[in-house]
């Protein structure tokens, strides 16, 4: 009863599965890769999002740390003031630099320049506006002192005439000198300027003491011989060498790498152009590169070890290079092939039908193999000597007398045939070895073959014979 009731139980939960899952595959396939489009994300605010082949990834933004799900600002006036001279001001995401009253930011964005104020309508003095680093002084003209105010002008010169004031005077009554704001009074008379009054005269960090300001320089920078203003060192964008930066005395220098000549900016690096002088000392091609500059060879050469000649490619080292035979030539090869084959496609050789041609010159049969072919002939007969003409198997070859030669035939019995052969001048001498004459035999007893062919050697031949005088010597040779 229970198993009768599970299959059709069993059938509804396949037919609900079943299709479910490549419905649900349809659908990831759908979404992966457009989740930053959709918004389907969590990424921070500070963060950009990236799609992947399957899903995204989060990025923090420049001024931003975290792993992009969660950013935070990155404090960049926390590390060395952010590289700026006097004021880093941090903000989300970023930071600017700013300057002291009396300064302006330089082009680079980080330090800090003095701001002539006597530009602008005379800095507001009545007479005269002497400027000075981080601020400026008022002066009067002769017969004339300055009031309080540091601007304006009075006639007389009664508090500095009669009580050596250096600025002015409250009053004549009790004869007591003051000063200008940012400077303190000393010995009741002079004023010593403070780090309050155009940073104490310092291009960068000012430090009030009983002496006055000292004048200090941002990491980086150096002071100068003047005590007061700055240089950048190298560590300052590189001194702004494009290059190399040296550290001196007077400040940093800049020098270019070989292959570079300095530029009349005295910062940046121009190429030298090598091949323009002897073609770089190559002997062929001479190609100029940033800093550098490199010979080349013609096609089917290489350069040399003195990286400037050009030394032959032996292709014919190369395994494959041929199917036979390699010959090499200067810049080039060529490929050759053994008898009996032909050459195709440059460098392979295919076996020559030799019996496609008049049969190979066969009077009857021609065999063709790789690299050659061969002659036969039918039954009852024999392959001529001449490898090509076929002759009665139960015949011998005819043989002509050779030259210097005398040669007999005689028929012997049993059918054989002899022949004989002497020098005709009884000084020569045979070239095979034979001595006085040499006899050969052909017939049924030698399967009608000469002797000289059944033991694979040639007919013999004579020599002459000369006579030649040598110091009186009387010397013959055969």
């Known amino acids: 009863m229970q198993s009768s009731l599970c299959i059709p139980i069993c059938l509804f939960i396949l037919v609900i599965t079943i299709p479910s899952t490549p419905w649900a595959k349809r659908r990831n396939k759908n ?8 918004g389907t994300h969590n990424c921070h605010k500070d963060a950009t999002c990236i799609n992947t082949r399957r899903s995204f990834r989060c990025r923090c933004k420049p001024g931003f740390t975290g792993n992009g799900k969660s950013c935070q600002d990155k404090d960049e006036c926390s590390n060395e003031n952010g590289g700026c001279v006097h004021t880093c001001i941090n ?4 930071y600017t630099c700013q300057c002291f009253p009396g300064f302006y930011l330089a082009p680079d964005g980080h330090g800090c320049l003095d701001k002539n104020e006597c530009l602008d309508r005379r800095g507001g003095c009545e007479h005269q506006c002497i400027n000075t680093l981080g601020s400026y002084e008022c002066r009067c003209n002769s017969g004339y002192s300055l009031q309080s105010n540091g601007r304006n002008c009075q ?34 008379r002079q004023c010593l300027q403070t780090c309050k009054h155009g940073n104490g005269g310092c291009q960068h960090k000012c430090l009030d003491t009983p002496q006055g300001p000292v004048c200090s ?79 080349t060879c013609p096609k089917g050469f290489k ?9 032959d490619i032996n292709e014919c080292s190369v395994n494959g290079t041929c199917d036979h035979i390699c010959v090499n030539k200067p810049g080039s090869h060529h490929c050759e092939c053994r008898k009996g084959y032909q050459l195709y496609g440059g460098s392979h050789c295919s076996d020559v039908n030799e019996c496609s041609n008049n049969n190979g010159g066969c ?38 007398t050779p030259a ?22 009884p000084r020569a001498r045979f070239t095979s070895g034979h001595v006085g ?22 007919l013999a031949t004579c020599s002459g014979y000369y006579r030649f005088y040598v110091s009186n010597i009387n010397t013959s040779i055969c």
């Open 31 to 38: 979404r992966s890769g457009k989740d930053c489009e959709k």
């Open 91 to 94: 903000s989300p995401g970023n």
């Open 155 to 188: 006639v007389g010169t009664w508090c500095k005439t009669n009580l050596g004031c250096e600025h002015f005077c409250s009053s004549q009554r009790d004869g007591a000198c003051s000063c200008l704001y940012g400077y303190t009074l000393v010995n009741g």
């Open 217 to 295: 320089c941002a990491d980086q920078y150096k002071l100068k011989d003047d005590k007061k203003t700055c240089r950048p060192s190298c560590g300052v964008k590189n001194g702004g060498c494009e290059r190399k930066c040296t550290d001196l005395t007077e400040g940093p220098v800049c020098s270019c790498p070989r292959g570079y000549r300095l530029h009349q900016d005295g910062r940046s690096c121009l190429d030298i152009d090598e091949c323009r002088g002897g073609n770089g000392g190559c002997s062929h091609k001479c190609v100029n590169t940033r800093g550098s500059y490199e010979c």
């Open 303 to 311: 350069v040399d070890h003195d990286q400037r000649s050009c030394k």
């Open 363 to 400: 009077e009857k049969n021609c065999e063709n193999f790789d690299g050659g072919y061969t002659c036969t002939c039918g039954k009852g007969y024999k392959l001529h000597p001449n490898n090509k003409d076929c002759i009665e198997s139960t015949r011998c070859i005819d043989i002509k």
């Open 404 to 425: 210097k030669a005398d040669m007999s035939s005689t028929i012997l019995s049993g059918g054989n045939r002899q022949v004989i052969i002497e020098c005709k001048d």
């Open 437 to 458: 004459r040499a006899v050969y035999e052909c017939g049924p007893s030698t399967d009608y073959l000469w002797t000289f062919e059944k033991e694979n050697k040639s």
